[in-house]
């Protein structure tokens, strides 16, 4: 019987529209609107409610850090950088061990790259498995050329390769350069860091300027004033 109960066409119901001379509220508010907004609203109260409660059970001795290191902007509490700070000699001893992993990265991207430079040259250039024959007259050069004929022909020179072989050629030579590129950008990186380590040490210096450098240079270039050692 329920399945006939529910294959019964019903009337359907529709929500009341609102009103003309009302239009000027705008939407009429449907139930599910009002469930939302009083849920909304409810959320709020609550929230109220224990705030109040907390300020009332407050300790007036109460201390915390947080109190002194934060301040108020715009009603929202923002805490303050407590950014460490280091010595001077601190900062030279973590300036120089970033220089040596710096060193380090670049001579092993250099070796890779000199591997890799390696192998791609032998690809292109491979070994013409020459030989040199010594004879001491014409009749014995002539008894040589059969065997330095037979040696030329077992040379192994590379033709016709394989799509498959040449794109990935094509793809170590990219590889190549990229790391070459990288290489050069460690090196230039560790002579920027070697400059600053050494302009955080002791001792009075200066910027030159352009008509004073006697060897132009992309990056600046400074002097150092002469100390008499005791």
């Known amino acids: 019987m329920s399945s006939l109960r529910n294959a019964v066409k019903r009337r359907t119901h529709k929500e009341r529209a609102q009103p003309a001379e009302r239009s000027r509220f705008g939407l009429l508010e449907k139930h599910k609107d ?36 934060t301040r108020t902007v715009d009603g929202v509490h923002r805490p303050q950088s407590l950014g460490k700070t280091y010595s001077a000699e601190e900062s030279l001893l973590m300036k120089t061990q970033d220089i040596g992993y710096m060193v380090q990265k ?47 022909e077992k040379a192994f020179v590379p033709s016709n390769l394989p799509s498959r072989i040449k794109k990935k050629t094509a793809s170590a030579y990219k590889e190549l350069e990229e790391r070459k590129r ?19 040490g002791k001792g009075r210096k200066r910027k030159l300027r352009d008509d004073e450098v006697v060897v132009p240079t992309s990056g600046p270039v400074y002097k150092w004033r002469r100390e008499r050692k005791r």
């Open 182 to 200: 990288r290489a050069n950008e460690m090196q230039n990186m560790v002579m920027e860091m070697s400059l600053r380590k050494e302009l955080m």
């Open 106 to 152: 670049a001579q092993s991207e250099k070796k890779k790259v000199e591997r890799l430079s390696s192998v791609l040259h032998y690809i292109d250039n491979p070994p013409s498995n020459k030989h040199i024959y010594f004879a001491e007259d014409r009749e014995e050069a002539k008894e040589l050329e059969p065997l330095v004929k037979s040696s030329e």
């Open 34 to 69: 009002y469930v939302l907004r009083a849920r909304d609203f409810h959320k709020k109260e609550e929230t109220i409610r224990k705030l109040q409660e907390k300020a009332a059970f407050r300790n007036p001795d109460e201390f915390y850090f947080k109190m002194i290191n």
